[in-house]
């Protein structure tokens, strides 16, 4: 992402001193939108499709949501959506025990998808991707590929899929999941083609940033693609 994006958003929400989102055309391209959202200690900026909105914004206690849909949708009838998750907490200053922290929080999450897809689950573990200066990186694929059962926990009728590319990110005060899901009928696709399709949608969301809160834009780490 351009500096000059980073900074005027930088800015931007210094000025408000909020945690809602500022959404603005993107200088990398007509069709996209940069959002830039304070969430604890850090500004996360990245990249939507020009006809994106933020659906829910809350906290509650120590955890921040926000998720995003296209604007033709809603909760009920979403096939893409996109959503941070900002947690307070201190989990150490030792990057060893932080990776496998975060490392056990992303495969649990795996686990309790897998428990409700069973055969017809999708689980791939795609192991560390850190960002640098000791900012440490999870990601994975999951969900159920053909539901053969309704699963309301999952919000998921017979015969649905859902898909998601979760990144998990730790900066020792902060903990970030990045989740980008697809829902529709269900996907007759061997693992390897739904990997192709989730990380192809997931370029909407991307460049994308971390930026220290009271730091300049020189101090930013790029969240690295999948």
Known sequence: MKKL???FALIFLAACGASKPSIKPSEASMDRLTSATKIW???????????WK?????????MFTQLYLPANKTGANWDRNFQITGVKFNVSDNVDLRKNALKGIIQSQMYMVGSQCRKN????DLGEK????EVVGYHAILGCKNTEKDLPRMGLKKGMSEVAYLYGISTGQ???????????????????????RIRE???????????????????????PNP
């Open 5 to 7: 994006s980073i900074a």
């Open 121 to 124: 689950k999708i689980s791939l």
């Open 54 to 62: 933020v659906i829910d914004s809350s906290q509650k206690g120590n």
């Open 201 to 223: 949608s997931v370029q909407d969301f991307f460049p994308m940033s971390l930026c220290p809160v009271g730091k300049g834009a020189e101090s930013c780490l790029s969240v």
């Open 130 to 133: 850190d960002l640098g200066m």
């Open 41 to 51: 200690g850090h500004h996360v900026i990245h990249e939507l499709p020009v006809n």
């Open 174 to 196: 902060d903990l970030y999941l990045f989740q980008s899901s697809l829902r529709g009928d269900g996907l007759h696709l061997n693992d390897v083609k739904i990997k192709e």
